[in-house]
């Protein structure tokens, strides 16, 4: 399998596809990956995982399970490849929109995590804009489903910036004008 493709493109196509301004994934990739399709980084304190068979989240660990080299015995995986790497996978995050493995998922990926080092994880990154799009948008506008993009909702703090509003900022500065005319698709 040949993973390299235009990432413009799939840009241009995951635009019109999900009806999502292209500026914010191209923005959104350039923060995430700086653009590099087989980004992928690993994040092991990350303890949102899925529990495919069940199509729900995967019970809370326990603080020993968080700490262990090895996936708890009742975690389930698809057969794709080990218990333990579909544990690992499900904690990193994948390709040029940085796509948590576990939400890829939640979304109903079934192929091997790798994958979304392509035209794949570009499309599943824009399935997670667009359910963030329905949950936020009206209320928080793009700078929530932003901020909920980077960390799972849009929390504000008393000062009214978003607690992860550096990366909000940083989307902004990489070209997506969150007040701009041509931004506002829903």
């Known amino acids: ?22 500026p914010l994934i191209a923005a959104l990739i350039q923060v995430e990956s700086s653009g590099d399709i087989y980004a992928f980084r690993s994040e092991v304190k990350y303890r949102y995982l899925w529990d495919f068979k069940k199509e729900r989240p995967f019970r809370r660990l326990l603080n020993i399970e968080q700490k262990q080299e090895h996936a708890p015995v009742d975690f389930p995986h698809p057969g794709i490849s080990s218990r333990d790497t579909e ?7 994948w390709g ?5 493995g576990a ?21 599943y990154g824009c399935a997670l804009l667009v359910n963030l799009r329905k949950r936020f948008f009206l209320t928080y506008g793009w700078e929530g489903v932003v901020a909920a993009y980077n960390a799972g909702t ?13 990366y909000i900022d940083r989307v902004a500065k990489s070209g997506f004008d969150f007040g701009g005319d041509s931004n506002d698709r829903v």
Do not use: W
């Open 154 to 166: 849009p929390r504000r703090m008393a000062d009214g910036n978003y607690i992860n509003q550096y």
């Open 1 to 22: 399998m040949d993973l390299e493709f235009n990432l413009e493109k799939a840009i241009e196509t995951n635009s019109k596809r999900y009806g999502l301004p292209r």
């Open 87 to 93: 544990f690992r996978g499900q904690q990193c995050s």
């Open 103 to 123: 939400v890829a998922r939640e979304l109903g990926f079934r192929k091997a995590f790798p994958m979304l080092c392509s035209e794949v994880g570009v499309s």
């Open 96 to 100: 040029p929109m940085q796509i948590m």
